[in-house]
């Protein structure tokens, strides 16, 4: 089968890799439809996650017809067009019972990691992803989820991980109503954050961002405030400016590590910052937050990371939320907002490019070249 093939950093290609097959009775193969490029996989991509083994095949977004079940997988059918939640989880152990299925103990038992994670290195557990034709899904029991009929596979897909990770990053934020959130970076995840923002009675949402064309995009599709970061001299200062210098009741860190490293860079060119495991956008976070402010986070880091203002989480009172999305908690209610049309997520969806140009389609999404805000990845059928 064609499948996307990781060569090391910024390396990627199609290639013929074998077919996967079922190796555990709750296993079921899925032939893939879609799969997305996430900001994710951009931490992968640039060898930014341990242990991102050189043959991997990326890939925690998508949405697949079941080829295939083992015999203990008795709630689908061979033929069900499903879309896949990028937690692996088992829906047994002691976290999958509270809900918390991005931290399955089962899927990956290593105690200071994430749970199970499609297509995202050995830290997540070792599994390969759906950025291929065919991939082995784990677990089918729990995480396969239906797509309800008339339901548009673009918008299917995008329940797979931006839709439920923008709406977390939104609840984790424990908005009140009125309240003034602010989601550092306007990638999806940051752009469905600020939507589903006002799901929760925000009063006022603004973003921020680096990028003018995506910024743009987030102003029509989440009908917020923008502002580009490189046009400030202080960041904090400016969003302090704009909340009568309280700061903003929430805070959302949709950036992640390397990503926000790469924005210290264009500032100051100091490259060292971000090999240490520098954080603009959750420090900017943290210290723009109100005193007695929530930041939630999002954003993906590295095991460590270095230049937290501790001090100031601890001297203002700050709450840090942060997590994995759990896709299966959440999907119930977004079916029915997508069904519903409150959220339209496959207008995200800027890019559909064939699988065998995955090296291309890394490259659009990772240089944001085109207007690129989300890519999805077509299979041959
Ligand atoms: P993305 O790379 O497309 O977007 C990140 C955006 O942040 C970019 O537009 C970039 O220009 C901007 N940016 C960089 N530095 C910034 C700064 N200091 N302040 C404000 N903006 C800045 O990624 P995405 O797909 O939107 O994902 C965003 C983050 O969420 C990533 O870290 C990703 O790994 C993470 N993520 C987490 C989960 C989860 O379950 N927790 C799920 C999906 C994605
Ligand atoms: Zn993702």
């Known amino acids: 089968m064609l499948a996307m093939n990781y060569r090391g950093p910024q390396r990627v290609r199609a290639d013929q890799k074998p077919m996967p097959e079922i190796l555990h009775p709750r296993d079921a193969i899925v032939r893939v439809t879609r799969s997305c490029i996430c900001g994710s996989d951009l931490h992968l991509y640039n060898g930014n996650v341990p242990d991102t083994r050189v043959g991997t095949t990326f890939g925690h977004e998508f949405t697949g017809v079941i080829e295939e079940l083992g015999p203990d997988?008795?709630?689908?059918?061979?033929?069900?067009?499903?879309?896949?939640p990028f937690n692996i989880a088992c829906g047994q152990c002691a976290f999958c019972k509270k809900g918390l299925y991005g931290n399955c103990h089962e899927a990956n038992s290593q105690a200071t990691a994430v749970g199970g994670i499609f297509g995202y290195s050995h830290t997540a557990g070792g599994y390969d992803g759906g950025q291929a034709e065919y991939v082995r899904v784990?677990?089918?029991?729990?995480?396969?989820?239906?797509?309800?009929?008339?339901?548009?596979?673009?918008?299917?897909?995008?329940?797979?991980?931006?839709?439920?990770?923008?709406?977390?990053?939104?609840?984790?934020?424990?908005?009140?109503?009125?309240?003034?959130?602010?989601?550092?970076?306007?990638?999806?995840?940051?752009?469905?954050?600020?939507?589903?923002?006002?799901?929760?009675?925000?009063?006022?949402?603004?973003?921020?961002?680096?990028?003018?064309?995506?910024?743009?995009?987030?102003?029509?599709?989440?009908?917020?405030?923008?502002?580009?970061?490189?046009?400030?001299?202080?960041?904090?200062?400016?969003?302090?400016?704009?909340?009568d210098s309280l700061g903003a009741d929430v805070c959302i860190d949709a950036v992640g590590a390397e990503a926000a490293g790469d924005a210290l860079q264009t500032i100051t060119g100091r490259k060292t910052l971000l090999?240490?495991?520098?954080?603009?956008?959750?420090?900017?976070?943290?210290?723009?937050?109100?005193?007695?402010?929530?930041?939630?986070?999002?954003?993906?880091?590295?095991?460590?990371?270095?230049?937290?203002?501790?001090?100031?989480?601890?001297?203002?009172?700050?709450?840090?939320?942060?997590?994995?999305?759990?896709?299966?908690?959440?999907?119930?209610?977004?079916i029915e907002h997508v069904q519903n049309g409150v959220l339209k997520p496959k207008e995200l969806i800027t890019h559909r490019i064939p699988l065998e140009e995955?090296?291309?389609?890394?490259?659009?999404?990772?240089?944001?070249?085109?207007?690129?805000?989300?890519?999805?990845?077509?299979t041959p059928s």
């Open 73 to 84: 997988v008795h709630n689908l059918n061979v033929g069900d067009r499903v879309l896949v």
């Open 358 to 378: 995955v090296s291309d389609a890394y490259r659009i999404f990772s240089d944001k070249l085109d207007g690129c805000i989300k890519t999805v990845l077509i």
């Open 275 to 334: 090999q240490a495991g520098s954080a603009t956008g959750l420090q900017w976070a943290i210290n723009s937050v109100k005193k007695g402010g929530i930041v939630s986070v999002v954003g993906v880091y590295g095991p460590t990371l270095n230049l937290v203002p501790m001090g100031n989480v601890v001297n203002k009172g700050i709450t840090l939320r942060a997590n994995q999305a759990s896709v299966k908690r959440l999907l119930p209610r977004l």
């Open 138 to 243: 784990p677990y089918a029991d729990i995480g396969p989820t239906v797509i309800p009929p008339g339901m548009d596979l673009d918008d299917a897909v995008m329940l797979t991980d931006v839709v439920p990770t923008g709406y977390q990053a939104a609840e984790m934020g424990g908005i009140q109503r009125g309240d003034t959130v602010v989601v550092f970076g306007a990638g999806p995840i940051g752009i469905m954050a600020a939507r589903c923002s006002w799901l929760f009675g925000a009063g006022r949402v603004i973003i921020i961002d680096k990028e003018d064309y995506r910024l743009e995009f987030a102003k029509n599709y989440a009908q917020c405030e923008t502002y580009n970061f490189l046009s400030m001299a202080d960041p904090v200062v400016f969003i302090k400016k704009l909340t």
